[in-house]
């Protein structure tokens, strides 16, 4: 399905939910466009003037998403909730905003072969050439507009892009999502919330400094709480709400344990930015940060949850 080689220590052996796509389902295809990047720390990052995203764009971070996608779908057992499902045809035109490598589209094109996959992104990380016939991508900026018609897809997928759109943007996104909906479509949309409740000092640090860089840059770290409210605001019919927690601790199933990964490797991914948190005066401290912070989601039986819900253009 395109992910990358891990470069890390094998994972715990994941829940027999997780699987890949078989590979004989896909073809050759192209994408000629490419996104500007730069190289901070030999790390890979985006360049893009209107983009708040400020994750990286290099192999790790495909690594870090793959792993991350196919956890979220051991969490819930699926890729759509039932509500999406129900209402999704069998010859759905589908759009996943914020696409990523392409995990999700690559996963569901090969469920439901007769419907087709648009994914969209800032980064062109997704699979250039081999995918399957009913899959296509695109370099998009969604804060630019979405390119299509009116009325134009029966689901829109979009998950975990609170770390790309500032508070004030999501009016717009959402515009563009009810506009390009066909009327009675669906928008499955998923956030995560990092619950700070805690006994650790270094869990509440680390917490604080990540959602200090978000707010710097004009995000909401608590999107996730308000997402009924928001597509309320925006004259979508909730279908459907749930949330599911991701248990840390000496007895951890695999999913979290993966997500422990997925989250150490977030840390990587953000070390420049968290050093200037945590440590500026002497980043040699980050890596013995880390790994006590890391300790200490164990030991102290820290949780995130996971936020989905299903709205419908009326």
């Known amino acids: 399905m395109g992910a990358k080689q891990s470069k890390r220590s094998p994972a715990p052996a994941p829940p027999s939910s997780i699987h890949r796509p078989p590979t004989d389902l896909v073809s050759e295809h192209s ?16 360049n893009i003037e209107n983009s708040s995203y400020f994750f990286p764009r290099d192999e790790q971070e495909q690594d870090r998403l793959n ?17 999406a499902e ?19 589209v690559m996963e569901m094109a090969v469920d439901y072969p007769n419907a087709h996959f648009t ?6 990380i997704f699979p250039t050439t081999i995918r399957p016939d009913n ?10 507009g979405l390119p299509f018609d009116d009325n134009s897809f029966d689901l829109v997928h979009m998950r975990f892009l609170f770390t790309a759109i500032r508070t ?28 700070e409740a805690t006994q650790s000092p270094f869990i509440e640090r680390f917490a604080s400094a990540f959602h200090s860089i978000m707010q710097e840059r004009q995000q909401d770290p608590w999107i996730a709480y308000k997402l009924e409210s928001t597509l ?29 990964w997925v989250w150490s490797t977030t840390l990587q991914s953000l070390r420049p930015l968290v050093i200037a948190k945590l440590c500026p005066e002497d980043p040699t401290q980050y890596e013995s940060l880390v790994q006590r912070y890391l300790q200490d989601c164990t030991d102290c039986n820290w949780f995130m949850q996971v ?6 253009k009326l």
């Open 31 to 46: 994408v000629a466009t490419s996104s500007p990047r730069i190289t901070v720390d030999g790390r890979v990052y985006h």
């Open 67 to 83: 792993s991350q996608h196919f956890a979220i779908k051991a969490l819930f057992g699926t890729n759509l909730l039932p509500s």
């Open 86 to 104: 129900q209402a999704m045809p069998s010859d759905a035109k589908v759009l996943d905003v914020g696409c990523g490598p392409g995990s999700w």
């Open 119 to 124: 994914g969209i992104d800032i980064s062109d």
């Open 135 to 144: 899959v296509s991508f695109e370099l998009v900026n969604v804060l630019d």
């Open 168 to 195: 004030d943007e999501w009016t717009r996104v959402l515009n563009e999502i009810y506009r390009v909906l066909k009327p009675g479509g669906i928008l499955q949309w998923g956030e995560l919330d990092l619950t």
């Open 232 to 260: 309320n605001q925006h004259q979508f019919e909730i279908v459907e709400q749930t949330k599911k927690k991701i248990q840390y601790g000496r007895n951890q199933d695999a999913i979290a344990q993966e997500m422990l």
């Open 307 to 312: 936020w989905f819900i299903t709205g419908r």
